[in-house]
């Protein structure tokens, strides 16, 4: 599947050449992008760190589900946002970016992962060997995702 | 008597400060702990300001927020100074004379100052606070600060990043 005209199209995009064009809207997105980075990948971290038995331990792991999952929810939401269009502005660039393309594989399974596992999580406690699993899979996927992003800057 | 600017230079210069600069694998690196470590540091922080200013995580109390995550965030913030200070080795004539870089400063001392004041004032009535209690509005202000500290402190962090010549 060629996926080079959608980038193409999205680098030429009135979108893109707005966004180009301003001296302070690329820094502004990518400001916004960390906030929402710094919620989603703080909160999951502690209920990764739950799962792995540390951190708030006086609630049961549902409960700290519970707790977090709106605001994974606003920074996944964030982060999505202003990274679309940072990648529309930057189009042509990510098409030839291999950690682009591993952020994106990464992002798409840690994404698939806590809708499953982490909504899952809200409705029921998991078993001790679940729970490590499922702790320890979270935190490579979404420290992968955020390890690959800052890589497309340096190759 | 050496001026600060010259410290600095003094600073980017040297050594380590060079090899850290010019490296292929290690500056990216430091940089993306940096980054990352937000998550630990300023990411759990963020958990406990929002349950002080009463914008979420109502299952667990404040004493408890504070208590069985103080190892992780003071050992992420721990994790930011040295990646940072390694960083600002590596740039410190560039960042010094960077205006967002001092913002950065600023609003870093600011935080460190609020978490303090809350440490003194507060942290001793934590225990007191239970689910049913509405919190102290200083306690809740401390929240709030230390909220738009933080963001300040990522924002002006960002820029500086962005338009370092």
């Known amino acids: 599947m060629n996926l080079h005209p959608v980038f193409l199209w999205l680098d030429h995009s009135a979108l893109a050449n707005v966004v180009r064009a301003s001296t302070w809207a690329f820094a502004a997105l990518e400001v916004i992008h960390l906030f929402g980075l710094t919620l989603l990948l703080g909160s999951i971290s502690v209920l990764d760190l739950r799962l792995l038995g540390g951190g708030l331990r006086d609630q049961t792991i549902s409960e700290i589900a519970l707790d977090i999952t709106p605001w994974t929810m606003i920074g996944l939401g964030t982060v999505v946002a202003t990274g679309l269009v940072l990648a529309t502005a930057e189009a042509n660039r990510l098409y030839e970016s291999g950690p682009f393309l591993i952020k994106m594989i990464l992002f798409a399974l840690a994404v698939t992962f806590t809708f499953t596992f982490q909504r899952g999580l809200t409705k029921s406690e998991p078993t001790h060997g679940a729970a490590l699993r499922g702790g320890i899979i979270s935190l490579l996927l979404w420290f992968g995702v955020g390890f690959a992003g800052r890589a497309i800057a340096f190759f | ?165």
């Open chain 2, 1 to 165: 008597m050496l001026s600060l600017y010259q410290i600095c230079q003094f600073i980017e210069d040297s050594q380590i400060g060079t090899a850290i600069r010019e490296s292929q694998i290690v500056f990216p690196v430091i940089e993306s702990f940096h980054v990352l470590g937000l998550a630990v540091s300023a990411g759990t922080i963020v958990l406990l300001d929002l349950r002080l200013t009463g914008l979420g995580m109502q299952r667990v109390l404040p004493a408890q927020l504070m208590h069985r995550l103080k190892a992780w965030y003071i050992t992420g913030f721990i994790l930011m100074m040295i990646t940072g200070g390694l960083l600002f080795w590596a740039e410190a004539e560039k960042l010094y004379r960077s205006p967002t870089f001092r913002w950065k400063l600023v609003f870093l001392v600011i935080a460190g100052l609020n978490a303090a004041y809350y440490e003194f004032k507060y942290v001793p009535k934590m225990n007191h606070w239970d689910g049913n209690t509405s919190l102290p509005s200083g306690a809740k202000l401390a929240g709030w600060c230390s909220l738009i500290s933080w963001a300040a402190v990522i924002g002006f962090g960002r820029w500086t990043a962005y338009g370092l010549k």
